[in-house]
């Protein structure tokens, strides 16, 4: 298949950009700058060098494309506009035809608690934008299925960084990393390698509707952060922090998301015939890609 991609050189879409050479589909890349050009081609893509918020634009290059995934996340303000210009322009060009779209959202939009796809939303307001976006999708003449990913972890990249690189502080038990909260949240969770098999499902599918991209596996923050602990020397002593000292420490948006508890079931997904396979995040943070050493090589 001849499929576009955005955010090729991001930590999830090049992960999706190996996957689907590796299934011999021909990709290509929209990129907004030479190095990120430069990049994707390393990676088997073709690049196009554009802007994504140019709706007419990328109508024309969606128009050339067979399929197509939605991986850019700029992670800021201008997220909400970017995913609005895409749905537009794949509204567009998708219409009606059974070409397939990808899209990306995220785990924390249906907030705290048990969930599946079905279940309502609950969304901290660092993601409540994405729920009308994606009705908006949802609701047009178009192939078009949402992977909404967990934590992501692997390569020593993404949220779980934040852990292992926790500022470390005194407790009542030494030294120790500092807690999100008091560490007692799940967080869901997926390896990058598996999440990307994921997209490449829902692509060669057709598939429709939400797919969370999340593991069976549900560990708790503390846990995260002593096998973090032990792979610093620091004997997986961790130090619990308030709920106003992790707002201060990450911004109130951001630290509210991250203090949900969350033990996601990605129902829609095992029925695609995905299953992961990757090791853990804790041991990818105790003996894997997050131990300084490893992460410095990264």
């Known amino acids: 298949m001849q499929v576009l991609l955005t955010g090729g ?7 999706v950009l190996r996957e689907l050479r590796g299934r011999g589909h021909e990709v290509t890349a929209l990129v907004r700058s030479e190095a990120s050009a430069a990049a994707v081609a390393a990676a088997g893509a073709t690049p196009v060098q554009m802007d994504a918020y140019d709706v007419d634009a990328l109508v024309a ?12 996340a700029p992670g800021d303000g201008t997220s909400e506009a970017l995913d609005r210009a895409v749905v537009e322009a794949v509204t567009r060009a998708f219409g009606g035809t059974t070409r397939p ?19 309502p939303t609950d969304p901290p307001a660092i993601v409540a934008w994405r729920v009308a976006v994606e009705e908006l999708l949802l ?4 192939v078009a299925s949402v992977v909404a990913p967990g934590v992501v972890y692997g390569d020593g990249r993404g949220i779980p960084a934040l852990v292992s690189g926790a500022p470390r502080v005194d407790g ?13 949240q799940h967080w869901s969770v997926v390896h990058v390698d598996d999440l990307a098999v994921l997209y490449a499902l829902a692509l060669e599918h057709g598939a429709r509707g939400h797919l969370l991209g999340t593991t069976a596996e549900h ?17 997986g002593v961790v130090v619990p922090q308030s709920v106003e000292a992790t707002r201060e420490r990450f911004g109130a948006p951001f630290a509210d998301a991250l203090l949900l508890d ?15 396979v990757r090791g853990s995040l804790v041991e990818e943070l105790e003996s894997g890609s ?5 992460a410095a090589r990264a």
Request: aromatic residues 6%; proline residues 5%; charged residues 15%.
């Open 172 to 184: 009542p038990d030494g030294p120790g990393l500092a807690l999100v909260g008091d560490g007692a």
């Open 219 to 235: 560990p708790t923050v503390r846990a995260l952060t002593e096998a973090a602990s032990r792979a610093a020397g620091l004997g």
């Open 61 to 72: 290059v969606l128009d050339r494309a067979e399929g197509a995934i939605h991986a850019a």
């Open 139 to 142: 609701a047009q003449d178009v």
């Open 290 to 294: 997050y131990v300084p050493e490893a």
């Open 101 to 119: 779209f990808v899209h990306t959202s995220g785990v924390w939009k249906w907030g705290g608690g048990s969930a599946t796809e079905t279940s």
């Open 262 to 276: 969350q033990a996601t079931r990605a129902v829609r997904a095992a029925e695609l015939g995905w299953t992961p």
């Open 9 to 15: 050189t991001g930590f999830v879409g090049s992960a």
